[in-house]
């Protein structure tokens, strides 16, 4: 990071101090740190004890053979039954547990009591299917509550389940199912997404046919959408056939806290896709715990959302296990925010009074894109809290979502964790912390982190390198399914005896961390590192500019050559671009020092995204380096790529 652009990142002055209110209420206060800096594992021990365990463990954390670590190991707890069981015995059964909207406008309304039902009949299902503990069951489905209950079904019988991404190819459905050696699919005949219905059954049928998936048993299919489907007799069920007609009770049984819970396979953008184990009740306990402590839930008047899909991380630890672990009441939409307009979200939130809502960095620029007047058009006076993940949010979207979403008095909790780290590692507490727009600021309180150079030296404040967590934490990743080397190789062996988790980090001078994007997303320009997370902040804190993309395109003079793919608000698209390019430039110049000056600015009108909403950088430098295009198939839209080589001028 060269100085002058780390001296302006450090411009960022702006600071907001949680409402007063909200403070004086909170479900964890400043005191939280203290107690889990002077008792670590005696702090997570205590919140082992949010969970209801059949035999309680008396050991916290054996980490005798690291870096696999045993959380809880001798305690046993069922996972299902603490989601949703607990709660009905508790006298909340009456209590909504999903507010279910389906992109046609359909809505359903499930309690925990209604839950624990249908729960209970899936589980029979699965048992009368011959799924046994242990066995792995893959789920492909579209955003339906039918999706929830297949996942705590498999909780409830030990059976770990592999969510695959509705929107993913046959392709990398067959090879999730056969690294995981699935037995049995749930999916439905399709589901409904931006406006029409989009078939999956299709794609099972078609990775059925693949080598490797030869154990699926049995493909239990949800009708959706009505569409018609190809049946293979004996092999394919529907679930109203098979899971209706069970009996809507079944005793839980107990599992070890080290029981596999799931295998969720990363979004990789190489190489073979790595499938992150994580087991139960350490899992559980951190979910649990951060959804409290992030999110300040109250159970009885709160209405969470958080809008991920179900099929990454996101959505198991905070729509499935986390907000249900707390017996909270959820929104699950099944469909996109612009459909069947772009106040879709807004609608959504004013129509169940939703106080938490947690979203991701793309879909809030996507929506200042859209204009300031689609929100204002809803009363989400509601809304008392919200939450970013999935990568660093620009300050300027930050500011735009606390005023046009939070009416400019709701804080914004910057929560930065992944798929291996299971729950939420790193995130303002929202009735303590003064938050900083752009920054996810501190280790939650029991969580370890910190930023290292090259030498595995911890940097001063004031200075960037590696993001590392340095104790082990309930809700880690156990390994990579069947691979134990490639787990050490990829996580342990950068820096002895600390997690590295691949993304670049610095501290600020009150010793704040940001998040500077993945290590291999950091130029090299005439022997200086610079973010691309940086300069795209630059170029989005300008008006004219509504999304960004930087890449390093090599180039013989200074290593490499900054390159900007923008996206430019309303108007600014009409106007004189070869002035408008000049003053961006010289924007960027002045917000981080004339070395991360963008060499070329191209103005596009869209920007190549995975289905996870992450940058395809890899794409864009392929046409800054203006070679052949690599591999395309994991793009939301392929056709977005030919778009943007239309758009730009002939010579590179
Ligand atoms: C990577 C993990 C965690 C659920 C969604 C993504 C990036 C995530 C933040 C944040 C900056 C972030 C990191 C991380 N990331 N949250 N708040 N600020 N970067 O899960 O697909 O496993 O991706 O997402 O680069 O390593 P994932």
Redesign the pocket.
Known sequence: MSNESLANLLREERRFEPPAELAANANVTAEAYEQARADRLGFWAEQARRLSWSTEPTETLDWSNPPFAKWFQDGRLNVAYNCVDRHVEAGNGDRVAIHFEGEPGDSRTLTYAELQREVSKAANALLELGVRTGDRVAVYMPMIPETVVAMLACARIGAPHSVVFGGFSADALATRINDADARVVITADGGYRKGSASALKPAVDEALTRPGTENVRNVLVVRRTGQDVEWTEGRDVWWHDVVERQSDEHTPEAFDAEHPLFILY??GTTGKPKGILHTSGGYLTQVAYTHHAVFDLKPETDVFWCS?DVG???GHSYIVYGPLANGATEVLYEGTPDSPHKGRWWEIIQKYGVTIFYT?PTAIRACMKWGDDIPAEFDLSSLRLLG??????NPEAWVWYREHIGAGSTPVV????????GGIM??PLPGVTATKPGS?QVALPGIAATVLDDEAREVPDGSGGYLVLTEPWPSMLRTIWGDDQRFLDTYWSRFEGRYF???GAKKDDDGDIW?L??VDDVMLVSGHNIST?EVESALVSHPSVAEAAVVGATDPQTTQAICAFVILRGSAAETEQDELVTELRNHVAKQLGPIAKPSRILPVAELPKTR?G?IMRRLLRDIAENRELGDVTTLTDSSVMELIQKQLPASG
């Open positions: 990363t979004s991920a990454w991380v996101t991701a970013s993940v999935g990568e660093p949010i910057d929560t930065w964790w992944q798929t291996e780290t790193i995130s996810a988790a691949g993304d998040l994007g993945r997370t996870s992450k």
